[in-house]
T-cell receptor, first 114, second 113 residues
Framework: DAGVIQSPRHEVTEMGQEVTLRCKPI?????LFWYRQTMMRGLELLIYFNNNVPIDDSGMPEDRFSAKMPNASFSTLKIQPSEPRDSAVYFC????????????FGPGTRLTVT | ELKVEQNPLFLSMQEGKNYTIYCNYS?????LYWYRQDPGKSLESLFV?????AVKQEGRLMASLDTKARLSTLHITAAVHDLSATYFCAVRILGTAGNKLTFGGGTRVLVKP
C-alpha cells in the first residue's frame, strides 16, 4: 500500500486566498484525521471522520476552516480566507477500527500564508 | 480535559549511554502510542501500549505503560546517532468512541558522538 497520500506537499499563498489541502487515506481504513502542527501549539487534532461522517470537529479553529470527506478514499481541508497565522504543517492520518487503532500519518502539507 | 505532558522537552544524549523519556497524562486511558518524527518528516508509529504493565521493545527502544500511575516511559539503551529525532506520546481517553488522540508536546532528542 502507498500509505496516506497528501497533496500538495508545499503551498505558498497570499493572505485572503482560498487554500485546499487533499488527502487519500490508506485503502480499507475507516477513520480519517486532520492535524495541524506548529512550533507554538504542537500537534493539534482539527477534525476526524468515521466512515466519511465527521465525528468531532471541536478542534477546527474557526469558521474559515472546513473539511469534507465525500467518499472513503478522499478528504479535503479548506481554509477560506487564509491568514498568516494559518501557516503550519497539516497532516492527514488514517486508521482502521481494530483493537489497536493505530494511526498512520501522511507526509504532510507545509502551508505558508504571506 | 485530557492533558499529556512529556519530559524532558529536550534531551542531549551521549552515544552509548541510557536515557528515559516520560509521558504523564491526566485522565484514565486505555491506549497509549509512541511516535517518532524526524526533522521535516511525518510521524512514524513506534509502539502501541494497550494495557497496564505492557512493555514493548524494538531495537534500542523500550516502552512501558503504568495505567495506575498514568505514566509511560520510553527507554533508550546505548544511544546512537540515528535515534536523533522528536518523540511524541499520544493518549486516547478511556470510554471515548473512535480514536481521538491527544499528543504530548514532544521530546527532542539529539545524540552526540
Amino acid at each position: 500500500d502507498a500509505g496516506v497520500i497528501q497533496s500538495p506537499r508545499h503551498e505558498v499563498t497570499e493572505m485572503g486566498q482560498e487554500v485546499t489541502l487533499r488527502c487519500k487515506p490508506i485503502s480499507g481504513h475507516d477513520y480519517l484525521f486532520w492535524y495541524r502542527q506548529t512550533m507554538m501549539r504542537g500537534l493539534e487534532l482539527l477534525i476526524y471522520f468515521n466512515n466519511n461522517v465527521p465525528i468531532d470537529d471541536s478542534g477546527m479553529p474557526e469558521d474559515r476552516f472546513s473539511a469534507k470527506m465525500p467518499n472513503a478514499s478522499f478528504s479535503t481541508l479548506k481554509i477560506q480566507p487564509s491568514e498568516p497565522r494559518d501557516s503550519a504543517v497539516y497532516f492527514c492520518a488514517s486508521s482502521f477500527r481494530d483493537r489497536v487503532f493505530e494511526q498512520y500519518f501522511g507526509p504532510g502539507t507545509r502551508l505558508t500564508v504571506t | 480535559e485530557l492533558k499529556v505532558e512529556q519530559n524532558p522537552l529536550f534531551l542531549s544524549m551521549q552515544e552509548g549511554k541510557n536515557y528515559t523519556i516520560y509521558c504523564n497524562y491526566s485522565t484514565t486511558s486505555d491506549r497509549l502510542y509512541w511516535y517518532r518524527q524526524d526533522p521535516g518528516k511525518s510521524l512514524e508509529s513506534l509502539f502501541v501500549l494497550l494495557s497496564n504493565g505492557a512493555v514493548k521493545q524494538e531495537g534500542r527502544l523500550m516502552a512501558s505503560l503504568d495505567t495506575k500511575a498514568r505514566l509511560s516511559t520510553l527507554h533508550i539503551t546505548a544511544a546512537v546517532h540515528d535515534l536523533s529525532a522528536t518523540y511524541f506520546c499520544a493518549v486516547r481517553i478511556l470510554g471515548t468512541a473512535g480514536n481521538k488522540l491527544t499528543f504530548g508536546g514532544g521530546t527532542r532528542v539529539l545524540v552526540k558522538p
